[in-house]
């Protein structure tokens, strides 16, 4: 992927990283009408959320959903659900209608076809908040994961989908997930990848440099192109 000007962005504290993120979204949103946010789990986006909860926009017209989630009831911590709604549907933002992937459905691949309805109708135009792993996932695309090649392809009207990793220590509530695909991201307008920490912003930069490498990152940066913007913190300063 060849980068653009300013699209990679370096912050020396988290709340320069906030106030910036804020202000080039808050460019971005509709002047009227509705739109949606997708968002992320993790540690990373959590301190933007906070600051993002107490921006006085018309929330009300704003609709929040996840990129991904475990297969756990929202009550647990380990669900995006929950990190959401504790760090980001609070403040001015808790006025934000929101869409969580955990249904009643026993598996996630038995409530697929609900879930895929529900994100065909989100309000457009759709922005993303986006994390990455050390290993490189995005979303809950994994490169070891049997069904990578699906969940990253561009299927029309196959917006979400289910997996069920199989990882080495990962406990089993956890392998279940659902996730939005190849065709939901490349349907955003504009996304927000955040990077804390030399060993992530390392293999961003590997990625980067190396496209013919077969990692989730890849798979994002060759969808997004232009449309992403990269928020890096300098973890040199030690803020993070």
């Keep these: 992927m060849k980068v653009l000007k300013g699209q990679i962005i370096f912050d020396k504290t988290?709340?320069?990283?906030?106030?910036?993120?804020?202000?080039?979204?808050a460019g971005k949103l509709p002047k009227t009408g509705r739109c949606s946010l997708l968002v992320s789990?993790?540690?990373?986006?959590?301190?933007?959320?906070?600051?993002?909860?107490?921006?006085?926009w018309p929330w009300e017209k704003i609709t929040t959903a996840l990129v991904d989630d475990r297969w756990v009831d929202p009550n647990n911590l380990a669900s995006n659900e929950n990190l959401v709604k504790r760090n980001l549907l609070i403040n001015h933002a808790k006025k934000s209608p929101f869409f969580g992937m955990k249904s009643s459905s026993s598996s996630p691949l038995l409530a697929e076809v609900s879930r895929n309805r529900i994100y065909q109708t989100l309000p457009r135009p759709l922005f993303a908040i986006l994390g990455m792993g050390v290993d490189g996932h995005i979303a809950s695309w994994f490169a070891e994961d049997e069904r990578f090649n699906?969940?990253?392809?561009?299927?029309?009207?196959?917006l979400i989908a289910s997996t069920s990793l199989k990882r080495k220590g990962l406990a089993d509530p956890y392998r279940h997930r659902m996730t939005i695909t190849g065709a939901m991201l490349s349907e955003v307008n504009s996304a927000f990848l955040i990077i804390h920490g030399e060993r992530k912003y390392n293999l961003l930069t590997k990625a980067i440099c190396n496209g013919a490498l077969?990692?989730?990152?890849?798979?994002?940066?060759?969808l997004l192109g232009p449309k992403l913007r990269i928020y890096a913190l300098d973890w040199k300063n030690g803020d993070i």
């Design 214 to 222: 077969d990692l989730p990152i890849n798979r994002g940066l060759e």
């Design 14 to 25: 988290l709340e320069a990283q906030n106030r910036r993120m804020i202000i080039d979204l």
């Design 150 to 158: 699906t969940l990253s392809a561009y299927l029309k009207n196959n």
């Design 41 to 56: 789990g993790g540690d990373t986006p959590q301190s933007f959320y906070n600051a993002l909860s107490q921006q006085n």
